[in-house]
């Protein structure tokens, strides 16, 4: 049940903080229909991520942080505003700072590509409640990787300028990639071991880059730290930033209500 | 090629008077037409700068749920605007046309999203109350005489009594919880009270244009009325809530079956309307430097599309 | 002793807040020079702040907020990362994000000239905590105020970008001179009543703009809400923002020594 | 014009083995220019970048005390690399050039630099291990054969002796607090070990140019023999420190009267070292966008400059 929490974690991390980072694009996407498609997205990752933190604290209560006694603020919410960021199990590809209207397509692409062929696989899993959230998840990644995959081959078949910079977040993606592929013996043992999408995942990408005429950047891995990286609460800069701002108003009131 | 318009006309103010509905193929008098772009544009842009006060708390809502709930608002928000923006297509002026006049500062929005969100709390009152200022304003409006706008708005309010709904429910489950938040809600409600007022615009006698608007059907009742209505309706809504009005004048008038209340800050108000609001400049440079940062993006949709249409007829 | 509380937190207030715009400049200067010397700014008005927050504990420690028992965080950072935004009474000019070099250099030539002469005046200041504050803090002003005014007419008379830039920054900063001159019964009543300093900063101002060959832009202040601006707490939404990082570490250790 | 190198190399070489220094006008050989320039930029280089991770928690610092103590040591940084910019003009390379050279990747910079700050406990980290380790690179470089450069040296060392403390005792006052802090700065410490170590660089057999460095007294220990001097100075104050490093390795050895220790990752080492480390593409951008909107600022000061000398001559 530990290891379930963990691998419930990992998921969920995932999602609350890439929904972050897309939430942030509120009122700021390129014209109304993408602010509302990317909102969809939002939503549909805030959503797994409650789902997949709830499943954690249900199999593992000692991963929840404890709030003064009678708080009454849920399991979900204790996990995703009242853990450190060293606790987070979320890759770094989620928490990179948003670029450009690029990026945001080049990382949707890659993240829901690779998410989808996670939960794919996890459809069938023994537990019921992580069954049940991946089936309906496969349904939201489906349109998130078609809305990437479509702005990527509008993008790299548009202008030059919007090539130049669909090159240019190619760039900074790529070299987050590999870690996806990584996995960890909690993945491995519980869940779906990342090394065995990558394949699939690979040709998805390379489907999608063919049709935009893009070529898949020559860039080395980020290196991992002390063989450390996300899945091991090994982060970024970015993502303390981000978990203060996320975090503030929750951590002032640990007996509020919402 | 001179028209005559009077047969015309006569047939328009026939639609009007029998409380049917202008349709985009239907002659118009320049002035209704103009008048209404003014009118569905502005509220089109109140709309999507309404969408930056509290999308300023999404990324700190304080639990999952509410911060779902709250990207759902703000996503609806877009989606109002984009009707309403189609609804000003049907008038012939476009969505981007129309933005360039915003942020230019040649139309205005709702001059209660100058104001600042300071708190969690701001969303609830801003579901409360200004998006109940809003649907006073604007459920009469689903009976205006233009077609497209009035359906848009039959969808439109249908969504705002939800999330005034939502606001209030936020409010209430604030009050049920710490000390500290009872002080956060009542504070909050405090700063939005006043601006939620002014929401119906000025005084009936400072309202020049509100004649003819109710001749034609596009506005059907006086500022003074509405704002009469709001705050009958409030009050009751803040004592079931537990929060007070800062208002000491405030208090039933048996007589009139009523509530008689305090004056808005009319100067404030103005200043507010002329663009020097706390964040009237924020507002629209925020809204500009959207604009600008997605022209590329939209004109790489432009190229991409044209270039299919030439593949697809080669 | 409640007003001289009041006031100290005014002025420390202002510096705080200030300084940590400025501090947000660390290692993002135009170059080496700029960059040493902008720490110095933010140095100095976090110095100013500290000796203001902690006079206003002193005289009235109902304002210093309440940590758990036996926690040994000085009263002065109490103030500090455990007030909420509300709760400071910063002119908002001091809170406004930042903008580039050219608004660095106009905010900080209105608000180091304002300060500057504020405390001039602060020096004969009946309490002598107060007087010392002022009699230490005009130095370090008189030198802000000329790194301000030697950057103003330098971009003034530099080139069409830097002039245009200086323009752009000049707007921006200008419909919040009012309220620096507004005033409130308590500065009236223990401190300086702006107003009374109002004049001789103008004439300041003129000065260096003339020099620069630069007009003040004819733009009208910025609305007060409800009669409320900054100093009775009513600010603008970037306050709460840079509270959220100024305040996470604090904050997450009410009992932490640092 | 050719000029026999010869006795001008003589001299060189008698200056060096006097243990005298070089100074700008006298004459060197082009490689001894070529080497200081590298090393003294990426010196240079490495302050500057070294602003970022601790700069990162400028605006978090825990206390007011603390944040000040932060800035003036970024502070100092800058200083830092200021003299040593002005050392490698001595050599015939501007600062803009050589920062032209940082930011295109030709020039390299501490490796340390390129990893995160992840918890205030980081900054105090930063000032024990890493200018600890800094330290013990650069206190033979204050009798380095470059006057300029040795200068700047003796000066850098003395305030970076300072920060030292100030981290020790940063991480010192956290030990003394809470549960929380301590196994903070035990994590910090965790992730900072390792890469400390690797601050002296590859081992002795895979570092070339050390034999030529030392021949002309750029370097006067090998890159071993300081990672030895760190570790046994290292180890009795962490001990008083009350936190462990992360190596099984790590012991008393009776007869070297040193510490043995374990190997750093050197896989990790040259990784980081080839620009896949988890922060350089990071530190470069910042780097890069500090300059890049800085251009129209120096410019103007430029042509500022230049109007006032014209003034004057006319």
């Known amino acids: ?258 | 090629m001179q028209v005559d318009e009077a047969p015309l006309e006569k047939a328009f103010d026939a639609t009007i008077g029998a409380g049917d509905r202008i349709e985009p193929r239907d002659w118009m008098p320049e002035k209704y037409r103009q008048t209404l772009i003014r009118q569905v544009a502005q509220h089109a842009h109140s709309e999507i700068i309404g969408m930056q006060p509290e999308g300023n708390w999404i990324t700190r809502a304080p639990s999952l749920r509410r911060k779902a709930v709250l990207l759902a608002k703000v996503q609806d928000e877009a989606g109002h605007g984009l009707y309403l923006y189609s609804a000003t297509e049907t008038l012939g002026v476009s969505r981007d046309e129309l933005t360039r006049r915003l942020i230019e500062g040649k139309q205005k929005y709702s001059s209660i999203f100058n104001y600042p969100t300071l708190t969690y709390a701001d969303v609830g009152s801003i579901g409360w109350l200004v998006d109940g200022a809003a649907i006073c304003n604007q459920v009469p409006l689903c009976r205006t005489s233009y077609g497209p706008y009035g359906r848009a708005m039959i969808r439109i309010c249908k969504e705002e009594s939800f999330h005034q709904r939502q606001g209030y429910e936020l409010l209430m489950t604030m009050m049920r919880g710490t000390d500290e938040q009872r002080a956060m809600v009542q504070e909050s409600v405090n700063r939005f009270w006043w601006p939620a007022l002014m929401m119906f615009g000025p005084p009936d006698g400072d309202s020049p244009n509100t004649a003819q608007s109710m001749e034609w059907g596009i506005k059907r009742h006086t500022n003074d009325e509405l704002r009469q209505r709001f705050v009958d309706m409030s009050v009751p809504q803040a004592e079931a809530l537990g929060v007070t009005f800062p208002d000491p004048e405030l208090q039933w008038n048996e007589e009139r079956g009523s509530y008689d209340f305090g004056e808005p800050d009319w100067d404030e108000f103005w200043q507010v309307v002329k663009g020097n609001g706390p964040c009237n400049t924020q507002r629209i440079a925020h809204r500009k430097a959207a604009y600008d940062d997605g022209a590329w993006v939209r004109e790489a949709a432009l190229a991409f599309a044209a270039k299919a249409r030439a593949d697809e007829n080669d």
Chains 1, 3 share one sequence.
Not at chain 1, 57 to 76: C, K, R, T
Not at chain 1, 115 to 139: C, M, N, Q, T, W
Not at chain 1, 223 to 248: F, I, N
Request: charged share 25%; proline share 5%; glycine share 8%.
């Open chain 1, 1 to 258: 049940a530990a290891e379930l929490a963990q691998y419930c974690l990992m998921l969920g991390d995932d999602a609350l903080v890439y929904a972050h980072r897309l939430s942030e694009w509120t009122s700021r996407a390129p014209d109304l229909e993408e602010d509302i498609a990317i909102a969809n997205l939002a939503l549909d990752l805030v959503g797994q991520a409650r789902l997949l933190l709830a499943r954690a604290a249900a199999a593992d209560s000692s991963i929840v942080p404890v709030l003064p006694e009678g708080s009454p603020v849920p399991d979900e919410d204790r996990l995703a505003f009242f853990r450190e960021a060293g606790d987070f199990r979320n890759v770094r590809l989620a928490e990179t700072p948003n670029g450009d209207f690029a990026e945001l397509v080049t990382r949707l692409l890659v993240l829901s590509t690779w998410r989808l062929a996670i939960f794919e696989r996890l459809v069938g899993h023994p537990d019921a409640v992580v069954s049940a959230i991946a089936a309906k998840g496969v349904k939201e990644l489906a349109y998130h990787r078609d809305f990437a995959g479509r702005w990527f081959v509008t993008l790299a078949g548009g202008t030059s300028e919007s090539r130049r910079r669909l090159t240019d977040a190619m760039r900074a993606v790529w070299p987050l990639i590999p870690e996806l592929g990584e996995g960890t013996d909690t993945e491995r043992t519980v869940g779906v071991d990342p090394a065995a999408v990558a394949l699939e995942v690979g040709v998805v990408l390379d489907q999608v880059l063919a049709v935009g005429g893009m070529t898949a950047p020559d860039v080395p891995g980020l290196a991992r730290v002390r063989g450390r990286a996300g899945r091991q609460g090994m982060h970024s800069e970015a993502l303390s930033r981000m978990l203060a701002e996320m975090q503030v108003v929750a951590r002032a009131h640990p007996r509020g209500r919402w």
